[in-house]
């Protein structure tokens, strides 16, 4: 089983470029290229993910069981859970999908509440391996705020630059 340590690491692994902060990054579904698809067979990260996909070509397993997220929903992970992408060459090609994946390390959370009580929710653990099937008006409403939230990350970084 392969463990993704970092964001950093997780970018390279998707042929993408280095995250704009390490601690945090939203990336878009269609961007990801897999650069080793035996890695995707077992794996698991150091870090929380949240992801809203559509029109996904390949499987994911997290635990012992499928995710159901064909008709487009939001996808839970956290660090050290088990999880494989069945068919990872798809990600290879173009037919990746459509949507956005938020990852986060829990350090980002330091000195937040939110870092004690996110391990309450229980759609970040295995028991609930069902994606969180959204109607189209909480798509579209999500999809603006993955929009907007990746646009913000942008604008920090180019400020801070300067």
């Known amino acids: 089983m392969y463990t993704i340590q970092s ?3 997780f970018h390279r692994l998707l042929s993408l470029e280095a995250p704009q902060y390490p601690l945090v990054s939203i990336v878009k579904v269609s961007e990801l290229h897999a650069i080793d698809s035996e890695i995707w067979q077992k794996f698991t990260t150091t870090f929380y993910t949240i992801s809203l996909k559509s029109n996904i070509q390949s499987k994911i397993k997290y635990g012992q069981n499928y995710y159901d ?16 992408v069945e068919a990872a060459s798809n990600m290879l090609d173009e037919k ?10 829990p350090d980002f959370l330091a000195r937040h509440p939110l870092a004690i009580n996110i391990k309450k929710y229980n759609f970040f653990s295995y028991e609930v391996s069902e994606a969180l099937h959204l109607s189209d008006k909480e798509k579209k409403t999500l999809r603006r705020f993955f929009k907007r939230l990746r646009k913000s990350i942008s604008i920090s970084t180019l400020i801070r630059r300067m």
């Open 69 to 84: 997220f064909d008709s487009g929903s939001m996808i839970f992970s956290s660090p050290k859970q088990v999880q494989s």
């Open 96 to 105: 990746a999908g459509t949507g956005y994946v938020l990852c986060f390390h």
């Open 7 to 9: 964001l950093s690491e």
